[in-house]
């Protein structure tokens, strides 16, 4: 038969489940990665000292028992309402948030949601073939700039364009959403579409700094000492990303990683195939080593604003993760605006990254618009809104390389997508 304290313990894990939960739920629109946020909500934060509660009434004999449950019911009952309190406080603080930036959403025209970035992206495509033609060029001036043409639409097209595709934040058709996560994860990223959203949505985004989940992190070597890990390992991200995408398709069904594989195949030797009959390249490897080249010009910058902007902020075991506003509050940075990376890797990534972990459907121009918003809220509510120069983080990972990127808690996430 069921006892009084199990049964108020039970009540208790029910309020605090309900309590849990992301209030992006009951906002206009579903966050990404809702399911497999609260899937993995399984143990909710101070149960632990619960079930140590419970175990000294196992353990405390027949006789003892009943006093000991009426010792610990009043406990209980008192911890339980103040958990449930907390909670409620929590996600009516997050219920707040989302209703001022619904406001800022339906007050938004099309180009402001969507138009502004899809407008990029396009300047991104038409700059390709300026890229091309500077790049047959033997002038060395011309070629040197052709180099950075190509470097920088590439990185506009597979950061900032990826970023977005991933998020469905191109298009309110779902139809239109997941044809251009193809087209820009697998086409022109060179990985595959479902890992990447599975790795960057449901791990980065659902998990973000939360121990073995999704501790925010594309790409750890610790074995390299700091000076290669930080300035010369990243250059070899355009090979290591379609090595990595053609190692995940065994864990795909047969249609998706046939798909996968032949987009890849097709984004990489156009590019070649330009090279060689555009550009006018006479050699293979010369070609090659240009992707190579147009591909790193902003491998560089883009590990460093993905390790920045989470490690050495506070992470979180699964047992006890906070609530989603304390969490992402806690554990994103933004970095100071920055006119190249902004244009390129696009404003959730850089000045924005809190607001786009708050709200992850947003687009780029919309985290912006809302940057005000959610900034003035979180600091009248006290919470943190944690900013930083990107000096100041190289400096920091110079400094604590091995702490934080050597014997810091062991990394899940995958290459591709920050």
């Not at 009434?57 to 006093?67: F, I, P, R, V, Y």
């Amino acid at each position: 038969m069921e006892t009084l304290s199990d049964a108020v313990l039970q009540n208790e894990e029910a309020g605090a489940q309900r309590g849990i939960g992301d209030a992006g739920e009951r906002s206009w629109k579903n966050l990404e990665g809702e399911s497999s946020f609260q899937e993995s909500a399984g143990q909710i934060p101070g149960n632990e000292r619960q079930f140590q509660d419970l175990s000294l009434l196992n353990g405390a004999g027949e006789s003892k028992k009943g006093n000991a449950e009426e010792e610990m019911v009043p406990a209980l009952v008192q911890r339980s309402g103040k958990y449930k309190g907390e909670e409620m406080q929590k996600e009516t603080v997050m219920m707040e948030l989302t209703g001022l930036v619904q406001k800022a959403v339906n007050e938004s025209s099309w180009w402001e949601r969507r138009g502004i970035d899809c407008a990029i992206l396009t300047a991104a495509f038409l700059f390709l073939p300026a890229g091309f033609l500077l790049l047959g060029c033997s002038h060395t001036l011309l070629f040197s700039l052709g180099i950075l043409v190509m470097g920088t639409a590439h990185a506009v097209i597979t950061v900032k364009g990826t970023h977005l595709a991933s998020h469905g934040s191109l298009s309110e058709s779902q139809a239109w959403g997941r044809f251009w996560a193809v087209f820009f994860i697998e086409l022109c990223g060179s990985f595959t579409a479902r890992a990447g959203v599975q790795a960057h949505i449901k791990m980065h985004h659902a998990h973000t700094n939360i121990i073995g989940l999704g501790d925010s992190s594309t790409w750890k070597l610790p074995f390299l000492p700091r000076y290669v890990y930080m300035f010369v390992a990243p250059l070899a991200v355009p090979i290591i990303t379609p090595v990595v995408a053609l190692g995940l398709l065994k864990d795909l069904s047969m249609g998706i990683a046939l798909r996968a594989l032949c987009m890849i195949t097709l984004g990489l030797y156009s590019q070649y195939w330009l090279l060689l009959h555009l550009s006018g390249f006479q050699s293979p490897v010369s070609a090659l080593l240009c992707m190579l080249l147009c591909r790193a010009a902003f491998s560089l910058l883009y590990i460093h604003v993905n390790i920045f902007q989470h490690i050495g902020l506070p992470m979180f075991s699964p047992s006890r993760r906070p609530s989603r506003i304390h969490q992402m509050t806690h554990g994103v940075l933004n970095l100071p605006r920055n006119p190249l990376l902004d244009w390129t890797f696009g404003h959730s990534l850089i000045s924005c990254h809190v607001e786009h972990h708050l709200f992850p459907f947003l687009s780029d121009h919309m985290c912006l618009k809302v940057k005000p918003i959610v900034s003035c809220y979180l600091r009248e509510r006290r919470l943190p809104y944690q900013e930083d120069s990107y000096l100041s983080r190289l400096r920091l990972f110079l400094r604590e390389y091995e702490e934080l990127m050597v014997f810091a808690p062991p990394i899940t996430e995958l290459v591709g997508i920050q």
